[in-house]
């Protein structure tokens, strides 16, 4: 992923993808069961969660529209560490991270995923910044 430029056109890392909006993060995972690529909100007030995750919501069909297919929408879960998270995700089940066989599959997941998240974060952000 590295020659690919962002929606801007500039250089990025991928795999530690900059939201630039505190407490709103892309996560991309490969596990022993599952890959999985999604937004995540973790905003410590739970309100203020829920409207990050509201104001997202509005551009639902326009997120659908630019990942090319529906996503599950959670609000307020508990992550792996037993905080308040709402996601926007995308799980790939039955493949393993530890299997190199599985690797195509898992690269051929997130790749495009990853890419129109940014595209659609770029249209979007400006939105979250104030």
């Not at 530690?16 to 599952?34: C, L, P, Q, S, W």
């Not at 909100?41 to 090319?68: C, N, T, W």
């Not at 690797?103 to 939105?127: C, H, M, Q, T, Y």
Request: net charge negative; glycine share 4%; no cysteine.
């Amino acid at each position: 992923m590295k020659p690919i430029p962002n929606a801007e056109g500039r250089r990025i890392n991928w795999p530690n993808y900059k939201t630039g909006v505190r407490h709103i993060y892309f996560r991309m995972k490969a596990e022993r069961d599952f890959a999985s690529i999604g937004i995540e909100i973790a905003h410590p007030d739970e309100e203020l969660q829920e409207l990050y995750f509201e104001q997202l919501r509005q551009f639902k069909k326009m997120f659908e529209s630019i990942v090319g297919e529906e996503w599950n929408w959670k609000l307020h879960q508990k992550n792996e560490f037993g905080q308040a998270i709402s996601r926007i995700e995308k799980i790939l089940p039955a493949v393993t991270v530890m299997d190199s066989e599985d690797w195509p599959d898992i690269i051929a997941f997130l790749k495009p995923r990853i890419i129109a998240l940014d595209e659609f974060w770029n249209s979007v952000k400006p939105g979250f910044e104030s």
